[in-house]
């Protein structure tokens, strides 16, 4: 028979007892502030995975090219940074941002880009690279988390910055300053329509590789194709205004898909088929064209 001393030793045990919870994914000591944990340290986030085994995820599982901290790409707990300053957010632009984009792109945490605009796909990113690391996963780059990214990470390079383009034009040739000209710098990679010393629309070229390199000089447009076919490489180039030769300025598909990843065949590429088509619009046959660095 039970005195009301063993009920009272029971019920005790009983609270101790339900002071862990056990939900689905996650165990966490309980007790906190608005049922927070007091030690958030100790929460275990895990997935499962076809035939039970759980691990902390990353692009490509823990094969990925991200591989985390430790042997075989798992990852040791490490210190919240909650708390931490947030640098850069979702809206955020800049310079800095494509830092941040270039980077998580060497990690392959981010496919495309960088843009400098701080939108939905670097906050996935940035949330998935924290998530590895043991972090919050806030998808804001806070100052851990951009520690722990440039600990991971190559200073990145120009053309890494603007790999999907966006860079700066350069300065116009003092030869473009005067009458209609196709401005075309091969320092900035960029295409000035000038009339007149007034730039009025640019944007982002590629150019010819080693083997094939785009000329540099002045030169005249002297034919225009709207929907052109290359015969010697079989390969469309629509919007083609020939300059030089065979070489034309025309919209590159490849261009528009790839970036900078790839190269032409002595042509000047535009990626923007929106820009291209209104200055196909606009050029005459004559207007000059400066290739210059």
Not at 220 to 243: E, I
Request: aromatic share 8%.
């Amino acid at each position: 028979m039970r005195t009301k001393g063993m009920r009272r030793r029971i019920a005790a045990a009983l609270v101790a007892l339900a002071a862990v919870t056990v939900t689905g994914c996650k165990a966490e000591a309980g007790g906190g502030q608005n049922g927070q944990s007091k030690q958030p340290w100790l929460r275990i986030d895990v997935t499962s995975t076809p035939g039970g085994k759980q691990q902390q995820g990353g692009p490509g599982g823990d094969d990925g090219k991200d591989g985390g901290d430790g042997a075989g790409g798992t990852t040791a707990s490490a210190a919240p940074s909650s708390g931490a300053k947030v640098l850069w957010s979702a809206g955020d632009e800049g310079l800095d941002v494509r830092e941040v984009q270039a980077r998580l792109v060497q990690l392959q945490w981010l496919f495309h880009g960088p843009s400098g605009t701080y939108d939905e796909a670097t906050v996935a990113a940035v949330e998935g690279f924290q998530g590895k690391r043991g972090l919050p996963r806030t998808g804001k780059t806070d100052s851990v988390t951009w520690q722990r990214l440039k600990g991971m990470t190559h200073e990145p390079t120009k053309w890494e910055l603007y790999a999907f383009g966006g860079q700066p034009a350069a300065a116009p040739d003092p030869r473009c300053l005067t009458g209609r000209v196709l401005c075309i710098s091969k320092t900035s990679r960029t295409l000035r329509w000038m009339i007149d010393g007034r730039t009025v629309s640019t944007m982002e070229v590629r150019f010819g590789s080693q083997p094939t390199p785009t000329r540099e000089g002045v030169f005249t447009v002297y034919y225009k194709s709207r929907h052109h076919v290359s015969t010697l490489y079989d390969s469309p180039m629509p919007y083609a205004m020939f300059f030089s030769g065979g070489q034309a300025v025309h919209f590159s598909q490849d261009f528009a898909a790839r970036g900078y990843a790839g190269g032409s065949h002595g042509c000047v590429n535009v990626r923007d088929e929106v820009k291209i088509a209104s200055l196909y619009a606009q050029v005459r046959y004559g207007d000059k064209v400066v290739v210059y660095w």
